[in-house]
C-alpha cells in the first residue's frame, strides 16, 4: 500500500497555471503507475492523465491534452500534474491515485486501488 497526499490546488484565473503534487510514501514509488483524476460537484470522477512507472510513457485525456503535462520524479517520491490554459470547466477536487500492477485501463478509476484525499482547484472566469 501507498499513502498519497496531493498539493498545489488553489483559486486561479482563466487562463492561468498550476502545478499539483502528490506525494508517495509507504512502497518504493517506482513500483506503481500514476494517474490524476479529477470530480466537480455532482458529477464523476473522471480521467486527466496518467504516467507509468518510469516516466516513459504518459496518458491523457482530451480535454486536458496539450495543455497539461503529468510527470514523475522517482527519486523524490513524487508525481506531478501540470496545467495551462486553464478553464473554469477544469474546476474540480483533483486527485492522484497509485496502481501496483500496472495492467489495468489507465483512464479507469478502478484500475487505481490508492488514492490520495484531493486538492481543490478553482479556475475563475
Known amino acids: 500500500q501507498v499513502q498519497l497526499v496531493e498539493s498545489g490546488g488553489g483559486l486561479v484565473q482563466a487562463g492561468g497555471s498550476l502545478m499539483l503534487s502528490c506525494a508517495a510514501s509507504g512502497r518504493p514509488f517506482s513500483s506503481y503507475a500514476m494517474g490524476w483524476f479529477r470530480q466537480a460537484p455532482g458529477k464523476e470522477r473522471d480521467f486527466v492523465a496518467a504516467i507509468n512507472r518510469s516516466g516513459g510513457r504518459t496518458y491523457y485525456a482530451d480535454s486536458v491534452k496539450g495543455r497539461s503535462t503529468i510527470s514523475r520524479d522517482n527519486a523524490k517520491n513524487t508525481a506531478y500534474l501540470r496545467m495551462n490554459s486553464l478553464k473554469p470547466e477544469d474546476t474540480a477536487v483533483y486527485y492522484c491515485?497509485?496502481?501496483?500492477?500496472?495492467?489495468?485501463?489507465?483512464?479507469?478509476?478502478?484500475?487505481?486501488?490508492?488514492w490520495g484525499q484531493g486538492t481543490e482547484v478553482t479556475v475563475s472566469s
Open positions: 491515485a497509485a496502481d501496483f500492477y500496472g495492467v489495468g485501463d489507465r483512464s479507469d478509476p478502478t484500475t487505481y486501488r490508492d
